[in-house]
């Protein structure tokens, strides 16, 4: 049993066979039926040229999906800081909030979104690589423009992205919840947790240390269906462990037929064993466990599987067996 909100991330996952506008007409039905399960709050990534994950800003994501529900939290999860000017974050979030008070969320993080050089130097007008100074001014200017500058009365609810100590370290300054990618770097959770925790100094943001975990869930009716659903994105993974990122998402019959080597499948493995995959009650009881050892006040489940059906099933049978 899980007690805590479970929210959802959105990576926009473009399929093989299908165009990356198929992908952006999804969200505001992915968002539909998400809200209709029940769950607390959905949140947009920040990409970019990647063949296998849309580009699509997450404001407009966000301004889309807000638009197309009634209850749900919307956000980004997150914009990249290092991409975009501060004083436009706090206008675009601000105004966002203004029109869905109560419902807007402001994921903040540091990356690229891209692992091309070009392409992150044209986002950032030329300009290299932030720098740690850089992009603590950058939060602290984003968040005192919201308040001073944008001023609409109703505010975005701020989050930082942490996938390391600096960013938990940064959390903790500003006083920020923090978002723990367990998903992406789950050897770091441990650390992050007990340096957030630990520096935590409470803020108009927060009077206290809230961390969502947020957990790579793969949920089917049998373990075999969901060791296949979670093929496409094994094959992506396999790439980037030999450095190669611009691999398309393929289809769960390409996947199975991909020859994977031994060492790819021992890491593949390892990794699948710190996340949520298989069948409900399998998932849920994973889900339980890292509930328990992180503390964490909510869990966010990206679920990057073939198929707009097949994705919210998974959402659908977390929800169905957790007695929500």
């Known amino acids: 049993m899980v007690e ?4 959802a991330l959105e990576v926009a996952m473009v399929q093989t066979g299908t165009r990356a506008l ?7 039905a992915f968002a539909q039926e998400l809200e209709r399960l029940g769950y607390h709050r959905i949140w947009y990534a920040e990409h970019h040229h990647s063949p296998a994950i849309g580009a699509f800003p997450p404001v407009v994501l966000t301004a889309h999906a807000a638009a ?3 209850a749900v939290r919307i956000g980004s999860g997150g914009v990249l800081a290092p991409n975009h000017a501060p004083l436009t974050l706090a206008e675009q979030f601000g105004t966002l909030a203004a029109l869905h008070p109560d419902r807007i969320d402001l994921g903040i993080g540091r990356g690229p979104g891209t692992f091309d050089e070009t392409i992150a130097r044209a986002l950032r007008r030329g ?3 932030t720098t740690d100074a850089e992009y603590r001014d950058d939060v602290a ?3 005192a423009f919201l308040v001073d500058e944008v001023a609409l009365g109703p505010l975005p609810e701020p989050w930082l992205l942490a996938s390391s100590t600096a960013g938990a370290g940064l959390a903790a300054e500003l006083g920020l919840p923090v978002a723990v990618a367990h998903h992406i770097r789950p050897e770091n959770t441990r650390a992050v947790l007990e340096h957030y925790r630990t520096a935590f100094t409470p803020s108009r943001w927060s009077e206290r240390p809230r961390v969502l975990l947020c957990v790579e869930t793969v949920c089917a009716e049998t373990e075999e269906e969901a060791r296949r659903l979670v ?6 993974k396999a790439g980037l462990l030999k450095g190669i990122s611009d691999i398309p998402f393929p289809t769960p019959e390409e996947a199975a037929a991909h020859p994977f080597t031994e060492p790819e499948r021992a890491a593949l493995a390892a990794f699948r064993a710190q996340q949520a995959v298989g069948t409900p009650e399998d998932v849920l009881r994973r889900l339980g466990e890292l509930a328990q050892e992180t503390g964490a006040d909510e869990l966010m489940l990206t679920t990057p599987v073939y198929g707009l059906r097949e994705r919210v099933r998974s959402y659908e049978l977390i929800r169905k067996h957790s007695g929500a």
Do not use: F, N
């Not at 093929?231 to 992506?236: I, K, L, N």
């Open 141 to 143: 200017a984003t968040l």
């Open 4 to 7: 805590i909100p479970l929210s």
């Open 127 to 129: 300009a290299g690589p």
């Open 22 to 28: 198929d992908t952006l007409r999804d969200t505001a």
């Open 68 to 70: 197309s529900t009634s």
């Open 231 to 236: 093929g496409p994105m094994d094959v992506v």
